[in-house]
């Protein structure tokens, strides 16, 4: 029953949006209508509501309140999705305010003398405005009415002109920032979840193991990732259409010819080109350059490119009259202001405690009051020029409104789907699959492609995306990011505004285009573009560091960047460090021999002991990492044979849960089976018969395991386990000598601290024979604590607290603490004696030999990767690695 009510589910919402239904109202409301049935067929036929429901019901979702309902259908304080309000009112700002027109005509006039050049103006202002707007129905529009017409009455070639048209309007939905980006993201996050819980429960029953380690998480992704990842991509593709018009016009220089400019390239001409390429330039490196160096986040980013659309539309909408650039004049020299008082000043309102302090808030003050002028000012401007800013804000809220409900009825909808079972038959076939995750992503990718015939963008995203998404990104062969799948997905996803019959890009062409442009012309031009999609969506699958590298570089690089001793960073930290050991572990060895050279006899005894060990394990390290190379050589040998039995008897063992799974509801439904009368006599025979025959399925199942599974497998696991020590023993022998390194030198340089407490424990001496022993074990106390935080000291600080402990006992004994305080300072005269020789004959070797491993033996213990060391390990992580072995 659930199958047919998942049917009905299906063909509810394919005749709504066939009928032409509002897309908003057809996704929820097919979902509400089938569960209303299903219910009432439960409560009819088997008195319950829940009873034809795979997971929970209606009465399990009513009974858990409001706030598990606001859960399992959408949370609407997302932070995520805050951003797409504010760069909707960015586009279409700069859409009315004709920035696009300003954009189109100079760069036709620039780059259209070269052959092919009015073409390659249209995809040049496609991308930046697919940039700065990201508005697909805008961008087309405007380049419809002002490009088209140029390129026809220069004798292009009709589908070639309405196809670069086309195409480059969609570029929004790729370059950042992006709608489709962002909500790709929201959608991601939970599917990384499910993936994650799926992951971890397929390595509980693979190895039996509680916990799965770090390294095998299913990682997360935000819009600032997305945004990251589909940059290179997106510039890909902007490279790929300029390719392609160039060499179509060097073949057929008829059907792209170059247009003379019939002005004349002087100052006057550079500067128009400066003043109209600036703006939009300048605010795209505001809003992606903050979020590329870490400065802001999606939704700060998404604010800056709200007020600087407000002050470019201020100074445009009033062009050629007296005065125009003021506010925007006014918003630079306040922005350059408040860099340099930043660059001076602690701005900080909370923590003022000197007069530099005031001074830096009180100007950052100024300089914030004259930017919000400039913004108020430009906002007026457009207020009251043609009720601009009134304009925007209303489609703005129409098109906020609009990508929300779909949202939330998309949440409707995938409740409803999973509910009837829909998640676990998609799961079940894309797991039986024979060619394993690409055959399973080769079809994703082509029913994505074949729906964007027929669907809108934000349809596919919030339907399609959470139910296939948590099921490619649990599988631990590919291993594949959330980032690369929500950018290979965003790519599919762009032809559907280019394929017939409902290409939304060749509809708002078609609105524009002259009557003597015919649509099977715009069908013909667009047929190109959409193969080069494809072409760029194939080399992205075939390269992942062109999605996944930026999104590694920014975050290893940033304040917030994970420490080097971070699980997921240790595979490639320690190829580097093998690697330059291997190649450079000469000098290593010279400054460790250099050490060992030194006089250590007059050290005390604890702190040879710790050189000894530091030294030995230094040298160790080499040993070691030729062992890790010898477990690691011998698992890659092993691999190639054992994978494909693993392949064979990991499918058999999901084969074999399955249909545990349905023999467990068979029983189930056997054990509920009530009454004495022929018809339940029947219901119990069926349902034993099922289960015989299960039974009989499974013992099928498990003789096709090999019979030498058990010793393979344990061969396998025992070269895992030996490879998995070697790196744990190489990681804590670099550890423990570099930590003893750098305590020695600690110790060394508190020879000050030492020598300067031997007059405050003097000063003891005073207080020994006090009458009130409570206040001298204070004072006690106190002197005592000032040495907690000098490396080394802790013996001193140890004999004060005996004495302490002298004075305070029920019969209070001055002359043992007076005993104990001669001890601390004959051991402060020892200690200071010994470590001011160190700092002169041992330190300065020490800190050559620190220096020396830091980034290698010593990397580990360091707060953050070096430059040069991030960028290595953020190349290294961009590539996919099979982990499926561990499974």
């Given at each position: 029953m659930e199958l047919l009510f998942l049917l009905i589910l299906i063909l509810l919402m394919a005749l709504a949006l066939g009928s032409g239904y509002p897309v908003a109202f057809a996704l929820p409301g097919s979902a509400i209508l089938t569960i209303f049935i299903a219910a009432l067929c439960g409560y009819l036929l088997a008195g319950d509501v829940d009873a034809f429901f795979v997971h929970g019901g209606p009465a399990q979702w009513l009974s858990a309140g409001v706030t598990n309902l606001r859960g399992i259908y959408w949370e609407p304080e997302?932070?995520?999705?805050?951003?797409?309000?504010?760069?909707?009112?960015m586009g279409i700002m700069l859409q009315r305010s004709r920035i696009a027109e300003d954009l189109l005509i100079t760069m036709a006039q620039l780059f259209g003398p070269i052959r092919g050049g009015l073409g390659i103006s249209v995809v040049f202002v496609g991308a930046l405005l697919a940039a700065t707007t990201g508005i697909v129905g805008a961008t087309v529009v405007a380049m419809g009415l002002i490009s088209l017409p140029a390129m026809l009455k220069n004798n292009y070639s009709k589908p070639l002109a309405t196809g670069t048209i086309a195409a480059s309007g969609t570029l929004g939905q790729i370059i950042p920032p992006s709608i489709v980006l962002i909500i790709l993201a929201d959608q991601l996050a939970g599917a990384a979840d499910q993936a994650g819980t799926a992951r971890k429960a397929l390595y509980k029953e693979a190895t039996g193991e509680i916990s799965m380690p770090t390294i095998f998480e299913v990682g997360?992704?935000?819009?600032?990732?997305?945004?990251?990842?589909?940059?290179?991509?997106?510039?890909?593709?902007?490279?790929?259409?300029?390719?392609?018009?160039?060499?179509?016009a060097f073949f057929n220089p008829k059907a792209a010819p170059s247009v003379p400019y019939d002005g004349k390239y002087n100052a006057a001409f550079a500067l128009k080109v400066f003043v109209t390429l600036v703006p939009p330039l300048a605010l795209i490196l505001l809003v992606l350059g903050s979020i590329i160096g870490g400065i802001a986040t999606v939704n700060q980013a998404g604010a800056i490119g709200a007020a600087g659309a407000t002050v470019m539309a201020g100074y445009r909408l009033k062009e050629g009259q007296k005065g125009a650039f003021t506010p925007a004049i006014v918003a630079i020299l306040s922005m350059l202001a408040l860099t340099v008082i930043l660059s001076i000043y602690p701005v900080n309102v909370k923590s003022i405690t000197s007069q530099g302090d005031q001074i830096g808030v009180t100007l950052a003050i100024i300089a914030v009051f004259f930017l919000v002028l400039s913004l108020v000012w430009s906002g007026w401007r457009a207020l009251k020029i043609d009720n601009t800013l009134y304009g925007v804000m209303i489609e703005t809220a129409k098109t906020t409104s609009l990508v929300f409900i779909i949202l939330l009825g998309a949440a409707m909808l995938t409740a409803a789907f999973r509910a009837f079972g829909g998640e676990e038959l998609v799961r079940e076939f894309l797991t039986?699959?024979?060619?394993?995750?690409?055959?399973?992503?080769?079809?994703?990718?082509?029913?994505?492609?074949?729906?964007?015939?027929?669907?809108?963008?934000?349809?596919?995203?919030?339907?399609?995306?959470?139910?296939?998404?948590?099921?490619?990104?649990?599988?631990?062969?590919?291993?594949?990011?959330?980032?690369?799948?929500?950018?290979?997905?965003?790519?599919?996803?762009?032809?559907?505004?280019?394929?017939?019959?409902?290409?939304?890009?060749?509809?708002?062409?078609?609105?524009?285009?002259?009557?003597?442009?015919?649509?099977?012309?715009?069908?013909?031009?667009?047929?190109?573009?959409?193969?080069?999609?494809?072409?760029?969506?194939?080399?992205?699958?075939?390269?992942?560091?062109?999605?996944?590298?930026?999104?590694?570089?920014?975050?290893?690089?940033?304040?917030?960047?994970?420490?080097?001793?971070?699980?997921?960073?240790?595979?490639?930290?320690?190829?580097?460090?093998?690697?330059?050991?291997?190649?450079?572990?000469?000098?290593?060895?010279?400054?460790?021999?250099?050490?060992?050279?030194?006089?250590?006899?007059?050290?005390?005894?604890?702190?040879?002991?710790?050189?000894?060990?530091?030294?030995?394990?230094?040298?160790?390290?080499?040993?070691?990492?030729?062992?890790?190379a010898v477990t690691e050589a011998a698992l890659a040998e092993a691999s190639p044979e054992f994978r494909p039995v693993?392949?064979?008897?990991?499918?058999?063992?999901?084969?074999?849960?399955?249909?545990?799974?349905?023999?467990?509801?068979?029983?189930?439904?056997?054990?509920?089976?009530?009454?004495?009368?022929?018809?339940?006599?029947?219901?119990?025979?069926?349902?034993?018969?099922?289960?015989?025959?299960?039974?009989?399925?499974?013992?099928?199942?498990?003789?096709?395991?090999?019979?030498?599974?058990?010793?393979?497998?344990?061969?396998?696991?025992?070269?895992?386990?030996?490879?998995?020590?070697?790196?744990?023993?190489?990681?804590?022998?670099?550890?423990?000598?570099?930590?003893?390194?750098?305590?020695?030198?600690?110790?060394?340089?508190?020879?000050?601290?030492?020598?300067?407490?031997?007059?405050?424990?003097?000063?003891?001496?005073?207080?020994?024979?006090?009458?009130?022993?409570?206040?001298?074990?204070?004072?006690?106390?106190?002197?005592?604590?000032?040495?907690?935080?000098?490396?080394?000291?802790?013996?001193?600080?140890?004999?004060l607290s005996k004495a302490r402990r002298a004075l305070r006992g029920r019969t209070p004994d001055p002359e043992k603490a007076s005993e104990h305080l001669e001890e601390a300072i004959v051991l402060v005269d020892r200690e200071t004696e010994w470590r001011d020789r160190a700092a002169t004959d041992i330190r300065p070797t020490l800190v050559a030999l620190e220096a020396t491993i830091r980034d290698t033996i010593g990397l580990r213990q360091q707060?953050?990767?070096?430059?040069?060391?991030?960028?290595?390990?953020?190349g290294c992580n961009s590539d996919h690695r099979d982990i499926s072995l561990n499974f």
């Open positions: 997302r932070d995520t999705l805050i951003a797409i309000p504010l760069f909707i009112f997360a992704t935000s819009a600032g990732e997305m945004f990251l990842g589909a940059f290179l991509p997106g510039l890909l593709l902007v490279a790929l259409y300029m390719v392609f018009i160039l060499v179509y039986s699959l024979p060619g394993g995750f690409w055959l399973q992503f080769l079809v994703v990718m082509l029913v994505i492609f074949v729906l964007g015939f027929f669907l809108d963008f934000i349809e596919i995203a919030v339907v399609v995306v959470p139910i296939v998404a948590p099921i490619l990104l649990a599988d631990p062969g590919a291993n594949i990011t959330a980032v690369w799948l929500g950018v290979m997905i965003g790519l599919n996803i762009q032809t559907s505004f280019l394929t017939p019959p409902f290409g939304f890009a060749l509809f708002y062409l078609r609105g524009v285009a002259d009557a003597t442009v015919r649509t099977l012309d715009m069908y013909k031009g667009v047929i190109a573009f959409i193969c080069l999609q494809l072409a760029a969506l194939f080399i992205v699958a075939l390269t992942p560091p062109l999605v996944n590298y930026l999104p590694n570089r920014i975050a290893l690089l940033s304040e917030t960047a994970p420490p080097p001793r971070n699980p997921r960073l240790q595979y490639c930290l320690e190829h580097y460090v093998f690697d330059q050991l291997n190649t450079g572990g000469r000098g290593i060895r010279t400054a460790v021999e250099a050490t060992g050279s030194l006089d250590r006899q007059f050290l005390p005894a604890a702190i040879r002991d710790d050189m000894d060990d530091m030294l030995a394990g230094i040298d160790n390290t080499f040993d070691l990492i030729k062992q890790t693993h392949r064979v008897v990991r499918q058999l063992e999901h084969d074999i849960r399955k249909i545990t799974r349905t023999l467990d509801e068979n029983k189930t439904l056997l054990s509920r089976t009530r009454g004495d009368d022929e018809a339940a006599a029947k219901r119990r025979e069926g349902f034993e018969g099922r289960i015989e025959e299960l039974y009989r399925q499974i013992e099928a199942l498990e003789a096709k395991v090999p019979d030498e599974w058990d010793t393979v497998y344990a061969a396998y696991a025992d070269l895992q386990k030996a490879d998995a020590k070697a790196r744990l023993d190489y990681r804590r022998n670099v550890d423990d000598a570099y930590s003893k390194l750098v305590e020695i030198i600690r110790i060394i340089d508190a020879s000050e601290a030492v020598a300067a407490s031997r007059a405050r424990i003097e000063a003891l001496r005073t207080v020994v024979d006090d009458p009130d022993s409570k206040a001298a074990a204070e004072e006690f106390k106190t002197v005592s604590g000032t040495l907690s935080g000098v490396a080394g000291a802790g013996e001193i600080s140890s004999l707060d953050r990767l070096p430059r040069e060391i991030a960028l290595f390990v953020a």
